[in-house]
């Protein structure tokens, strides 16, 4: 397994305003996804970072809403750009350790203004 | 897009007893995921199911990988009070994309 953690935890802001999150993997790993889960809902995946190439974007998910960072194989970050309330959310990470499994971290509960 | 239809949606249980819930698909899956997800948690992997007609178990939880590749179902025996929360099935076509279930929520009745 990998030990995963997010920062921040949960946060509250403003619309209009941008937030980076921020996750670490205690591990080097090849692929680092980013999550979102709806107040009640399920998991959607909002892309897929690998380490020194573009991020790969789901269907209804944009670089310019969303971009994300992943500087080197223990860490990523995703940024929620122009908040509105509609993305208030949870937002997690995950990685693959071993081919065809994944573990999240805690995840971050943002709600917007 | 593909879908995994996971049920019941919600079950209300008295403790002690046991619980099954499972996840269908109209698509073949070369993994099956369980997981579990308390309130302010993300999810936590339970069982990890790679073969077709798998058996496995994790102490009280027994989880099986459907003989057709469609299908899985999560027992979990005995139940007690720590096992409240949401349980997803997830299905893996490849090795970078997951498909969760809607989320089963157990309720323990006191």
């Known amino acids: 397994s990998a030990v995963i953690s997010q920062k921040p935890s949960r946060d509250i802001c403003q619309r209009g305003t941008s937030l980076t999150i921020q996750c670490q993997v205690d591990?080097?790993?090849?692929?680092m996804f980013w999550y979102r889960q709806q107040p009640g809902q399920s998991l959607t995946l909002i892309a897929t970072a690998n380490q020194g190439s573009e991020a790969t974007y789901e269907s209804g998910f944009v670089i310019d809403k969303f971009p994300i960072s992943r500087p080197n194989l223990t860490f990523s970050t995703l940024t929620v750009s122009n908040m509105s309330p509609e993305d208030s959310s949870i937002y997690l990470c995950?990685?693959?350790?071993?081919?065809?499994?994944?573990?999240f971290g805690p995840g971050t509960r943002l709600l917007v203004l | 897009g593909q879908q995994l239809n996971q049920s019941p949606q919600s079950m209300f249980i008295q403790e002690g007893e046991d619980v099954s819930m499972n996840c269908t698909s109209s698509?073949?899956?070369?993994?099956w995921l369980w997981y579990k997800q308390e309130p302010g948690e993300g999810p936590v992997l339970l069982i990890a199911l790679y073969k077709a007609g798998e058996l496995t178990s994790n102490g009280r939880l027994t989880a099986q990988f459907g003989i057709t590749r469609k299908d899985s179902f999560l027992n979990i025996s005995a139940s007690i009070p720590s096992d409240v929360g949401i349980y997803f099935c997830?299905?893996?076509?490849?090795?970078?994309?997951?498909?969760f279930g809607k989320g089963t929520r157990l309720h323990i009745l006191p």
């Open positions: 995950s990685v693959d350790v071993r081919q065809e499994t994944q573990y």
């Open positions: 591990s080097q790993v090849t692929m």
């Open positions: 997830a299905g893996l076509q490849s090795h970078d994309k997951i498909i």
């Open positions: 698509s073949i899956f070369n993994t």
